[in-house]
T-cell receptor
Framework: GIQVEQSPPDLILQEGANSTLRCNFS?????LQWFHQNPWGQLINLFY???GTKQNGRLSATTVATERYSLLYISSSQTTDSGVYFC????????????FGAGTRLAVHP | EPEVTQTPSHQVTQMGQEVILRCVPI?????FYWYRQILGQKVEFLVS????????KSEIFDDQFSVERPDGSNFTLKIRSTKLEDSAMYFC?????????FGPGTRLTVT
């Protein structure tokens, strides 16, 4: 099956710093999504981005589908950005099941 | 803003008991899913459901699991005889078909 690799696994930032999280896929995917899992365990949708670039406030994401990777940029990080960031993609030809990466655990310190 | 809801938020059950986890997907969505996340691990796909039948299921989704859409709004996951290793957060999700939206999860603890 498809493999989803996220890097780095852990990241510690000072408030105000910028960061880039990466997601690599072993095969082409549909329906690529980024999520933030908050301390209460909820999965919050950040981006639905099968290709191209999107921005939402301090967050932006870019997916290069032909090279099977996606990047999530966090600028001017805040303590509320702490948590785990997951990317997930649906294998082509399937019924939209999402395959998740292991996540990047982000801690932002004041 | 429409959202996926799940009940209960936390369920404690004894090994061997049956549990039913409930979900109300977003009303105009057509595809429904269950995922689970064992503490500290990645989110894993269990099953997808479309047009009143299972469209895909994972190896985890064995005979002790079943799903049902008993009416026009609810979507349920039943675990017939719970095991200790079923302890996890269970997420329901729905989509139109593409972007999936997740509920807040039900934390299942099997003792």
């Amino acid at each position: 099956g498809i493999q989803v690799e996220q890097s780095p696994p852990d990241l510690i930032l000072q408030e105000g710093a910028n960061s880039t999280l990466r997601c690599n896929f072993s095969d082409s995917v549909n329906n690529l999504q980024w999520f933030h899992q908050n301390p209460w365990g909820q999965l919050i949708n950040l981006f639905y981005i099968p290709s191209g670039t999107k921005q939402n406030g301090r967050l932006s994401a870019t997916t290069v589908a032909t090279e099977r990777y996606s990047l999530l940029y966090i600028s001017s990080s805040q303590t509320t950005d702490s948590g785990v960031y997951f990317c997930a993609g649906a294998p082509k030809g399937g019924y939209n099941k999402l395959i998740f990466g292991a996540g990047t655990r982000l801690a932002v310190h004041p | 803003e429409p959202e996926v809801t799940q009940t209960p938020s936390h369920q404690v059950t004894q090994m061997g008991q049956e549990v039913i986890l409930r979900c109300v997907p977003i009303s105009n969505h057509l595809y429904f899913y269950w995922y689970r996340q064992i503490l500290g691990q990645k989110v894993e796909f269990l099953v997808s459901f479309y047009n009143n039948e299972i469209s895909e299921k994972s190896e985890i989704f064995d005979d002790q699991f079943s799903v049902e859409r008993p009416d026009g709004s609810n979507f349920t996951l039943k675990i017939r005889s719970t095991k200790l290793e079923d302890s996890a957060m269970y997420f329901c999700a729905s989509s139109e078909p593409a972007e999936q939206y997740f509920g807040p999860g039900t934390r299942l603890t099997v003792t």
